[in-house]
C-alpha cells in the first residue's frame, strides 16, 4: 500500500503559486472550532472509531498545518511529549537531505531558499518512508501537505488520509515577527522570503485546509498567545480525543 509509484499518481498541476481559487473562497471560513470539552462532531467522532492506531494497522495520522511561525514545530514537540506521538517534521526531512550533500538536496535547498514548494515526488517518498520506519501508533505530520498536488499524491501513494488536521490560525504581522526572531540561521527566515513563503501559504497551503475542513476533519485553533496558551486549546483537544475514542489511548510519559 506504502508503496506504489509516485510519478504515475501525480497529479497534472504542479504546486504553483496562483491567485485563489473560486473553491478556497467559498471554502475558506468552515473551520471546526476547537472543541472547548464539548463531544465531538459525529462525523469526526467516526473518524476515531476506526483502526488507525490500534494493533496492526497503521499509525493514527495527524497532519498539523498552519503558516510560516504559526508554531507549529512548537506545538508538535508539546503534543509528542503529552500525547506520545512521533513527530515527524516534513521541512526537518527536508533539510536533512540539504546536508546530505546530494544533488537531490542542492535542489531542495534552491526551493526552500526561495520560498517555494519542493517536488511531490521527492517529499511524499520522504514523508511515506519516515511514517513507516516509525514504530510508533500515532504520528503527527508538522508543516506537510504544502499544496494540494502534495495531498492527492500522498493519499494516493499510501492509499490512506490523515485521521485528523490541526490548523493553527495566526495573523501574518505575528508570523512574521516570530520568525524574524527564531534565530535558527535558516536560509528562508529572511523578510524576502518570508514574504514569498506568505504568498505561497495563501494561495497553495489554504486550499489543503480547506478541502479537509469540508470533510469534517480540520479544527483551527487560535495560535495568538503564548505557546503555553495555544498548547491549553491543543491540550483540550487532544484529551477530548483520547477521552471519546477507543483507539487514541494515550500513554503519558
Ligand atoms: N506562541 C508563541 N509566542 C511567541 N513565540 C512563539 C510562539 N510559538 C512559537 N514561537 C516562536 O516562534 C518561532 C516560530 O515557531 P515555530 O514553532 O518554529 O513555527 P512554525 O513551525 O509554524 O514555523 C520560533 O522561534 C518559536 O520559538
Ligand atoms: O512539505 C513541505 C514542507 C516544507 N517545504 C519547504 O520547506 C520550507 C520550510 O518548511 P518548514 O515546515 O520547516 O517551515 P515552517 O512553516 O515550519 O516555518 C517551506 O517553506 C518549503 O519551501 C516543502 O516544500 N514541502
Ligand atoms: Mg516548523
Given amino acids: 500500500m506504502w508503496r506504489r509509484r509516485l510519478s504515475a ?16 473562497q467559498q471554502h475558506r471560513h468552515i473551520l471546526l472550532p476547537t472543541p472547548n470539552e464539548k463531544p465531538l462532531a459525529p462525523s469526526l467522532l467516526r473518524l476515531f472509531t476506526s483502526q488507525a492506531g490500534s494493533d496492526g494497522g497503521r499509525p493514527f495520522i495527524a497532519f498539523i498545518l498552519g503558516g510560516p511561525g504559526s508554531g507549529k514545530g512548537t506545538q508538535c514537540t508539546r503534543i509528542a511529549s503529552d500525547f506520545g506521538f512521533a513527530h515527524v517534521s516534513a521541512g526537518d526531512l527536508l533539510r536533512n537531505e540539504i546536508s546530505s550533500g546530494t544533488d537531490q538536496g542542492e535542489l531542495i535547498l534552491e526551493i526552500i531558499r526561495e ?108 495560535a495568538t498567545g503564548t505557546a503555553d496558551e495555544i498548547f491549553e486549546s491543543v491540550r483540550k483537544l487532544f484529551s477530548s480525543l483520547s477521552m471519546q475514542c477507543p483507539h487514541f489511548k494515550y500513554n503519558r510519559q
Fill in 9 to 24: 499518481l501525480l497529479p497534472r498541476s504542479p504546486c504553483s503559486s496562483s491567485a485563489p481559487s473560486s473553491y478556497q
Fill in 115 to 222: 520560498g517555494r514548494i519542493v517536488p511531490s515526488e521527492i517529499t511524499v517518498e520522504l514523508v511515506r518512508k519516515a511514517i513507516e520506519s516509525t514504530t510508533a501508533k500515532r504520528v503527527l505530520i508538522d508543516g506537510f501537505p504544502r499544496c494540494e498536488e502534495n495531498r492527492i499524491a500522498f493519499e494516493k501513494l499510501t492509499g490512506t488520509e490523515p485521521d485528523l488536521v490541526v490548523f493553527f490560525d495566526c495573523p501574518e504581522d505575528l508570523m512574521v515577527k516570530r520568525l524574524l526572531g527564531r534565530n535558527q540561521g535558516r536560509v528562508d527566515d529572511n523578510i524576502e522570503t518570508i514574504k514569498k513563503r506568505l504568498k505561497v501559504f495563501e494561495s497553495l497551503n489554504m486550499p489543503v485546509v480547506n478541502y479537509y475542513s469540508s470533510k469534517g476533519k480540520a479544527h483551527k485553533i487560535n
